[in-house]
């Protein structure tokens, strides 16, 4: 088919699904421990429940690069949960798409100004999103994910040659002053203005700020985009998406609604509808948006998530179910660990597919970010007037 997808709800016909094979290990350095940081300085704390966020412990003796292993049984049982997704979508008649398997031996990826290790295209979302007929590939946060998109190549390429246009935002070279990090240094706060701070940067290939942001930080609703920034990278990144596309959508830029992912904050299920965090997040959204009914995710509990203990590095907030997949207006796909979750959603009318994914919190993303949903049905419709 050709590529056509204009929101998160319409019916849903062509999807990617990414892979999550050779998934072994984690490479703590800068750009992972600025992105991460919430989860990382914060969650993995000694305060925190332990079910939720278990004390994490670096590795004896680790410097500005380390490899943290991820357990060869939570592998396993992410692509037997993953080969479950990919199965609940074609029994729904869905057509599955696949990247490029990460190869056991991939050396490292670098450029001129720094080197890292390369992870699978597991979390898809986050690098690229289509916007109706056109293929919008956005500059990752992390070194380790700089050529993610490269494993994506033989799925975009057909759509190419079905008819897609096809864009690349500009790729940063990302010394380490490349990077705004007022987000880490002041915790988040929601006033304006930015007010963007960098580290010194003695590479000889700095240029300043960059734009970087991962398409999961984009939420469409039609002809309106919802475009989360928190950081000088990100409003250069929306600086450019405005510019690129603003001649057909509008954008609207919501001002630290959260560190960078969108969809682990808001979500819509279909127009009208709204799964939300908490009331205070749907206030931050454009008025139009506010009157929308809306659906308030129920906080977790112990029992929805598997037991890790001090070598396991948890990636993702306690709200990480809260990212589901709409397969169309009525019909969602939620993990099946989170039963209040579909319950809730069952109350309200919608026909929920239970799909089990259980470390979620390890691998850094729900059914929303290990998709692409590369074609719907609808066009190019007005939800917000």
């Given amino acids: 088919m050709r590529l056509n997808s204009y929101d998160e709800w319409s019916p849903l016909r062509e999807v990617i699904v990414g892979s999550g094979l050779n998934y072994t290990t984690h490479e703590r350095e800068l750009t992972f421990d600025m992105f991460l940081h919430e989860n990382i300085t914060i969650d993995n704390d000694l305060s925190r429940k332990p079910w939720l966020y278990p004390p994490f412990s670096p590795p004896e003796g680790s410097d500005a690069r380390s490899r943290i292993t991820i357990a060869q049984r939570h592998v396993d049982e992410l692509n037997e949960d993953i080969d479950g997704l990919v199965r609940t979508l074609e029994s729904l008649s869905i057509t599955v798409r696949r990247p490029l398997d990460l190869g056991p031996n991939v050396p490292e990826v670098g450029t001129p100004a720094w080197s890292a290790a390369m992870i699978p295209a597991l979390n898809v979302r986050d ?11 956005t500059p990752p946060m992390m070194r380790s994910r ?53 580290l010194p940067d003695d590479s000889p290939y700095r240029v300043g700020f960059e734009m970087m942001m991962d398409a999961a930080q984009i939420l469409r609703f039609g002809k309106d985009v919802l475009v989360n920034v928190s950081t000088q990278n990100h409003q250069l990144a929306y600086e450019w998406l405005d510019r690129h596309l603003g001649d057909r959508f509008r954008l609207h830029r919501i001002y630290r609604l959260s560190d960078d992912h969108i969809d682990s904050t808001v979500l819509p299920l279909r127009p009208g509808l709204l799964l939300a965090r908490s ?37 993702t907030s306690k709200y990480i179910d809260m990212n589901v997949l709409s397969i169309d207006a009525e019909t969602v796909l939620v993990n099946s660990a989170h039963t209040e979750l579909v319950g809730l959603l ?23 970010c290990f998709t692409v949903d590369t074609v719907r049905d609808g066009g190019l419709e007005d939800y917000l007037s």
């Fill in 127 to 137: 690098n690229v999103i289509i916007m109706g007929d056109e293929i919008v590939e």
């Fill in 146 to 198: 700089y050529f993610e998109n490269q494993l994506l190549k033989p799925v975009l390429m057909d759509y190419f040659q079905r008819g897609a246009r096809w864009s690349v935002m500009p790729r940063p070279l990302m010394t380490d002053g490349s990077f705004d990090f007022s987000y880490v240094e002041g915790g988040g706060s929601f006033d304006e203005p930015l007010t963007p701070s960098a």
């Fill in 279 to 315: 009331p205070e997040i749907v206030d931050r959204l454009p008025a139009a948006l506010q009157k929308w009914d809306r659906i308030y995710y129920p906080e977790p509990t112990a029992d929805q998530f598997p037991p890790y203990d001090d070598n396991d590095l948890v990636l």
């Fill in 346 to 368: 069952e109350s309200r009318g919608m026909t929920v597919v239970p799909v089990q994914h259980r470390h979620r919190r390890l691998f850094g993303g729900g059914f929303h």
